[in-house]
């Protein structure tokens, strides 16, 4: 692909030389005949014969001058149509580092508002400074880069894209007749993807590993629990009555512990059918209005969507976040403000929804372990509540992520693929 863009690139420069070889010969043929007819017609020899011959060559080699000329401009319409209309973003820099092209979709792709031609790549890559990079690396060495993975941090998420640099000569660009060419995709979804292939293996495996173990563990809990509830109390020595009643406490608690590991680690039985997520999520509050403390509140807002779902799972979801972030809220002796916000992106074909509130946050140091079962910061917390919202939204084929609010808590932010329309037959 990289060998065909560089074609297209040179296929102007190489149409213009010819056809400035062919307009010279041409002009200096019609100036020599003109010449030589004056001479003939000085000497008054019969020269018809030989300028209608001469005639008929101009006439020729004119046409196919226009010929060329419209090859030319035919071959340029189509580079520029190739360059603005490929979907992959496609960046031409000199030696010296000028930007000679940034077509449309890399624009879009480096989120750039304007055509940055005569500026220098570094500058324009700033942000992303793995491309950046890359195309330095070819401008220096020479050699190409070919299908490189880069991961490009941005304002809130990560990029993932496939680059190949290949260097430019022949006195194609520039001042000194160097350059590089970097064509650039986003597979950010490819990599998504995968990674939620990945999960979906791993949750799989530690249900089967753990599911077991968590149910010896329960027969052996039930059974302390109920030889500590065959015990009198009253009959034991003061000193020994409270002990009695801690083991049926803590017991209890590990028992609720360990039921609520088996939930998560169960595969879950879903039950699909389209979904309208809008009033699921205005639906949260009324289901946990008895548990939410004086004065929260919860706001519903944007666009929402359907998808392919599970109704009783979905609603777990939003419970299980809305008293997540109320919780957040409590430990840190705020009044709870919840925000969901529901935006439906129709070209990528996903809704997007984030639950915010405006507690303390979530350090970055955490952010990639508030999924795994038992992790907590809390100290009255399970650790489960973050990790089954994970299963769930893996079960759905979606995608969760955490972030800032812009009140300075937590985001957890969403994202599920739209229920398609299915075609009539």
């Known amino acids: 692909m990289t060998q065909y863009g560089y074609t297209l690139l040179g296929l102007t420069a190489v149409v213009a030389m010819l056809v400035a070889v062919l307009t010279f010969a041409v002009l200096k043929f019609v100036a020599g005949a003109r010449e030589a007819r004056r001479h003939l017609q000085g000497g008054g020899v019969d020269t018809t014969l030989l300028s209608v011959a001469l005639q008929d060559a101009m006439t020729r080699l004119q046409a196919q001058e226009r010929a060329m000329n419209a090859r030319a401009v035919a071959s340029e319409q189509l580079s520029g149509q190739i360059v603005q209309r490929i979907t992959a973003g496609l960046l031409v820099a000199d030696g010296t580092g000028r930007v000679e092209i940034l077509n449309p979709a890399g624009r879009h792709l480096l989120d750039v508002a304007s055509d940055p031609v005569g500026a220098d790549y570094r500058d324009l890559l700033e942000a992303a400074p793995p491309l950046r990079d890359a195309v330095t690396e070819c401008l220096r060495t020479g050699r190409p880069i070919v299908r490189r993975s880069l991961e490009i941090r941005g304002s809130g998420r990560s990029s993932h894209f496939g680059v190949t640099v290949s260097p430019l000569g022949g006195g194609v660009v ?10 650039f995709s986003d597979l950010t ?5 995968e990674e939620q292939l990945r999960l979906k293996d791993t949750l799989a495996r530690l249900g089967e590993l753990t599911a077991g173990i968590a149910h010896e563990f329960r ?16 009959a034991l020595p003061a000193q020994y009555q409270p002990y009695v009643e801690g083991i049926r406490q803590e017991t209890e608690a590990l028992g609720r512990v360990v039921t609520n590991f088996l939930n998560f680690a169960r595969p879950e ?38 998808i392919e779902g599970d109704e009783v799972l979905l609603r777990q979801l939003f419970g299980n976040l809305v008293r997540n972030a109320v919780e957040a809220c409590e430990t840190a002796g705020i009044q709870p403000a919840i925000a969901i916000e529901g935006h439906i992106d129709r070209m990528r074909g996903i809704c997007r929804v984030s639950v915010a509130d405006n507690g303390p946050g979530i350090p970055e140091s955490d952010r990639a372990r508030v999924f795994q079962p038992f992790f907590t910061t809390r100290s009255r917390g399970t650790g489960l509540g973050l990790a089954i919202v994970q299963k769930i939204v893996v079960t759905h084929n979606g995608r969760v992520v955490v972030g800032r609010s812009s009140a300075g808590g937590a985001s957890i932010d969403l994202t599920f693929p739209l229920n398609q329309p299915r075609a009539r037959p």
Do not use: K, Q, W
């Open 219 to 234: 027969n052996g809990l039930a059974t302390i629990h109920g030889y500590s509830r065959l015990m009198a109390p009253e």
């Open 269 to 306: 039985t879903v039950s699909l059918a389209r979904v309208a997520l809008g009033p699921l999520a205005r639906r949260a509050e009324d289901d946990l209005r008895v548990e939410l403390p004086v004065g929260t509140t919860i706001e519903t807002v944007g666009e929402f969507g359907e």
């Open 174 to 183: 520039g001042p000194d007749g160097r350059g590089a060419i970097c064509l």
């Open 189 to 193: 979804n490819v990599f998504e993807l």
